[in-house]
């Protein structure tokens, strides 16, 4: 620690996903993604098809530089001193190279946390590995308080629920109705349900969460984008579960992707493509509420954690 600590230069790591950033970078984006894993042509031909469809690029970047500056200002407003960097696991810039700069900015602590509210060692338990090892690869020796889960910060439980209450109040329902609602995640291999992976319980934690600040008691939940293996992910998956409203009479509903903060090709494509159309086909209208993106109220929840982080380890 410095000799004086109101001199200190707080940093804040933010990581996240990552994305590419045209047609031609989701070739090596892939390759990342899959730890340098061959992959089939048809994959590829898939993937690229899918960005092509929201525009031929994520958005994922320019939303989480917007996440970082106005977090800095929500924090600065505090009277420390703050530096919020982003950190991508899977595509510029890399954690790794975010490191360099943190170490080169003279920081005397860090807080790094992800842009994912809900623990899993096989998502946020990744992205701290990444950091730690950049860390050792850089001779960082700046102290880390690694936070590991949000997922029912009230402000960030608000936030989900101010755009939820939105999407209700924007659905034209039969009278006498409700609309039901899917909650939904990202899936997960199911064998992290063997290894006691905490995943599950906050994901749900966060969807009853949410609900209950709605007010709503008719809902459901689901994992969405399972990935391309053949393991077994765990479910039920969006398209059973609209499978059941279909055939229970609903001709609406709305899906709550409460385990993404921001929009990408989950979000973009899963939902507002796939998801979209897999209802249509089987006469229900699907609508989804806004992703949270550099809202006000997750920006406080991101200064709520980091102060709680900071002022715990000081």
Known sequence: MPANPSNAVFGVLLLAHGGPDSLQDIEPFLRNIRGGRSFSLKLLEEITER???????????????????????ELSASGKRFRVY???????????????EIKQDGVSRLVALCLAPQNSRMSVGLYFQRVQEAQKELGVEI?????????????????F?????????????????TVPVIFTAHSLPEKILAEGDPYPRETRETAEAVAQQCGIADWRFAYQSQGATDEPWLGPTVESVIEDLSNASHRQVIVAPIGFLADHLEILYDIDIEYRNFAQKRGIELRRTQSLNDSPRLIQALAAVVSKAVTSGE
């Open 51 to 73: 960005y092509a469809q929201i525009g031929g690029r994520s958005p994922l970047l320019e939303i989480s530089r917007r996440q970082a500056r106005n977090l800095e200002t």
């Open 86 to 100: 982003l950190g991508m696991r899977n595509w510029h810039p890399f954690i790794r190279e975010t490191m360099a």
């Open 143 to 159: 102290p880390v308080t690694f936070v590991k889960s949000w997922n029912q910060q009230p402000f960030l439980i608000e936030a």
């Open 161 to 177: 629920a101010e755009k939820l209450r939105e999407a209700m109040a924007a659905f034209p329902t039969v009278e006498g109705s």
